[in-house]
Each structure stands twice: as C-alpha cells, then as structure tokens.
C-alpha cells in the first residue's frame, strides 16, 4: 500500500520510525498509529519443519497475497464511535466483543478487529527472532523485571494493586515491544487481554476461517474437525469431547492431545494447538460449553499467565471487563 499523502503528523511518525510506522486516518479523519509488516512466509521464519511452506496465512485474503499489513502499534481507544491506535492513553477496556469489532469496521474499507491470524503471525515472527516481549503484567510494571515501570492512567504506583492498573498505551521500555525497539508493536503482552476475530468455540468445536478474510460473515467461519474436550483438564481431539461450563486452564505449550490426535496445520499455525518449535509463555483457559469467542496475551494483573502464547476460549461475546481490550487493524 502506498501514501502519497504526506501530513506533518505522518511526516514525523515516519521520520522518527525509519518508516515502521505510519499513520493512517479513518472516514471521520482520526489518526490511527499502524505498524506495517510486510509479508513473510512460514520459511523466512525458519518454521517450516513446524508450520509447513508457504506464505503466512495472516497476508492472505480470498486466497490473494498482500504485500504488506497494518496493525496498531497501541491497544485502541474509542473516539466517536471509532478506534484509534494512539500513545499515551488509557487503552479502552470494558468493551464485548461486538462492540469491538463495531468500533473498528466503522473506520472504513480496510479497517477491522485485529484477527487470530495476524496475532499469531506477530507472535511468530518474535519466536522466529528469538524475543518475547515483556510487558504490564502486575498493575504498572513487568512481573518478571519489577524495574519496567509505565505511567498508570489511575495515577497509582507501579505494583499497587488498586485501583484501574492498566498503563498508557506505549509507555513502557522497549522491551514491552514486539521486536524490543520503540517503533515495535506495544502491550501485545499484559496490560489489556485483546479480542480477537475469526476464531470462536461451539460446544469445544473450534471455528475459523483458512486465511485472513476478516469480513467473512461469522456463519461462513469454517467447522474444524477438532474440538476442546473437558478431560477434567484441557484436551484437543478429532471428536466431540466432554462439554462444560467448568473453566479448565494449562500452560498454553502444555495443551493436552488425545491418543492418536492428528494434527491441524491450520491450528499449528493460529497458535491454537501447540508444537515444540513454536512454544510460547501464556496460560490457555477454556470452557467448551456454549460459544466462546478469544482474547490473547494477557492483563495487567497475570503475572506469568501472561505472553503471547496466552489464549483465553472462556467467555462469551458480551463479556466485558476492566481487563478487556483490543486493538484496530488494516488490510486493502
């Protein structure tokens, strides 16, 4: 995608990033902080004993290549109905999951929730550079490096557990960065969990869709023959299992596989069903009774459940919670 438009703002986010990050606008002209990625494939990122060949499915959309994608830099905030991507605010929380994805869509052509796909390609390419990102995952600082502090909107200290907890968005060291620079990608682990599009469970039966088609009608998102059973703990199978409203957790790399369990590529791949090259920090909870929709990496309250491998499949679209956020992404 190329901007011929050069405003000052666009001008000096560009400037300052080496071209990392833009700026982008929607139909009511509010300015959004997008990192661009350009397409990779599973083999540049050295996967391909684990995921196969072939570009990552995060850049294909109808089966079409795009060269690049744009993903917030910052978790959203919501301006007239709108979600932004911007530094320095309190990332909106307390949000379902329709409202979320409403707040994106109506941005315009292009713009929509950030999906399952583009999650795990982001996550991927860290594990691929050998760096997992820390972040606010105890009420303004890193559980695992106390030092790594961030401004909380709630004016409260670092490590006090009162209060909102969350931090501005951005505000902390590089290491809290996809790729451990200022003009990486922030707050993809800790301070708010993000909902995330294109994945939901059915009683355990996972749905998705085989590539990054975000406007696919969520009764077209495909049935996989893979379900989450409830074996008294989490467990993958080829089969209807064990429904529950019972929530069950693992360390997301743990995950348990029933005997003879056959693989899905596909779900290796969205970091659903785990494989020993692709192991990332994160706690999986799942309950398999009804419809679950997703949220990934973590709040500011999750100490070691948090990461990029952290996946949460149990609650339903309209939960809301002060620890519950998302972010805006961009495709043409």
């Given at each position: 995608?190329?901007?011929?438009?050069?405003?000052?703002?666009?001008?000096?986010?560009?400037?300052?990033?080496?071209?990392?990050?833009?700026?982008?606008?929607?139909?009511?002209?509010?300015?959004?902080?997008?990192?661009?990625?350009?397409?990779?494939?599973?083999?540049?990122?050295?996967?391909?004993?684990?995921?196969?060949?072939?570009?990552?499915?995060?850049?294909?959309?109808?089966?079409?290549?795009?060269?690049?994608?744009?993903?917030?830099?910052?978790?959203?905030?919501?301006?007239?109905?709108?979600?932004?991507?911007?530094?320095?605010?309190?990332?909106?929380?307390?949000?379902?999951?329709?409202?979320?994805?409403?707040?994106?869509?109506?941005?315009?052509?292009?713009?929509?929730l950030a999906t399952v796909h583009e999650w795990a390609a982001m996550a991927l390419w860290c594990?691929?550079?050998?760096?997992?990102?820390?972040?606010?995952?105890?009420?303004?600082?890193?559980?695992?490096?106390?030092?790594?502090?961030?401004?909380?909107?709630?004016?409260?200290?670092?490590?006090?557990?009162?209060?909102?907890?969350?931090?501005?968005?951005?505000?902390?060291?590089?290491?809290?960065?996809?790729?451990?620079?200022?003009?990486?990608?922030?707050?993809?682990?800790?301070?708010?969990?993000?909902?995330?599009?294109?994945?939901?469970?059915?009683?355990?039966?996972?749905?998705?869709?085989?590539?990054?088609?975000?406007?696919?009608?969520?009764?077209?998102?495909?049935?996989?023959?893979?379900?989450?059973?409830?074996?008294?703990?989490?467990?993958?199978?080829?089969?209807?299992?064990?429904?529950?409203?019972?929530?069950?957790?693992?360390?997301?790399?743990?995950?348990?596989?029933?005997?003879?369990?056959?693989?899905?590529?596909?779900?290796?791949?969205?970091?659903?069903?785990?494989?020993?090259?692709?192991?990332?920090?994160?706690?999986?909870?799942?309950?398999?009774?009804?419809?679950?929709?997703?949220?990934?990496?973590?709040?500011?309250?999750?100490?070691?459940?948090?990461?990029?491998?952290?996946?949460?499949?149990?609650?339903?679209?309209?939960?809301?919670?002060?620890?519950?956020?998302?972010?805006?992404?961009?495709?043409?």
């Amino acid at each position: 995608m190329l901007i011929f438009s050069r405003d000052t703002l666009r001008t000096q986010v560009e400037a300052a990033t080496g071209g990392h990050i833009t700026v982008l606008y929607d139909d009511k002209g509010y300015p959004s902080h997008m990192r661009v990625i350009p397409k990779f494939r599973y083999e540049d990122l050295g996967l391909d004993s684990a995921l196969g060949t072939g570009v990552c499915t995060a850049f294909l959309r109808n089966g079409q290549e795009l060269s690049e994608l744009l993903y917030g830099v910052y978790p959203a905030t919501v301006f007239d109905g709108r979600a932004v991507s911007l530094p320095g605010r309190d990332p909106r929380a307390s949000i379902a999951y329709d409202a979320a994805k409403a707040a994106c869509t109506a941005k315009g052509p292009g713009w929509h929730l950030a999906t399952v796909h583009e999650w795990a390609a982001m996550a991927l390419w860290c594990k691929a550079n050998g760096f997992e990102p820390r972040g606010n995952t105890n009420y303004g600082r890193a559980h695992d490096a106390p030092h790594e502090v961030a401004v909380r909107p709630d004016r409260r200290s670092p490590g006090d557990a009162t209060g909102a907890g969350r931090t501005a968005t951005g505000g902390g060291p590089a290491s809290w960065r996809h790729d451990g620079g200022l003009s990486g990608i922030a707050d993809m682990v800790g301070n708010v969990w993000e909902w995330q599009d294109l994945l939901r469970l059915e009683d355990g039966r996972i749905f998705t869709t085989p590539d990054n088609t975000y406007d696919t009608p969520e009764s077209s998102w495909v049935a996989q023959g893979h379900w989450f059973s409830d074996e008294g703990a989490v467990q993958l199978k080829n089969s209807a299992g064990v429904v529950s409203a019972t929530s069950r957790s693992v360390a997301w790399k743990d995950t348990a596989k029933a005997p003879g369990y056959t693989e899905s590529q596909l779900l290796q791949r969205l970091l659903i069903s785990p494989h020993a090259d692709t192991g990332l920090a994160g706690t999986l909870y799942v309950v398999t009774e009804g419809q679950r929709f997703p949220y990934r990496g973590g709040s500011f309250y999750d100490g070691s459940n948090a990461g990029l491998g952290a996946l949460v499949l149990n609650s339903p679209r309209s939960s809301s919670h002060t620890s519950i956020g998302f972010r805006p992404a961009f495709a043409s």
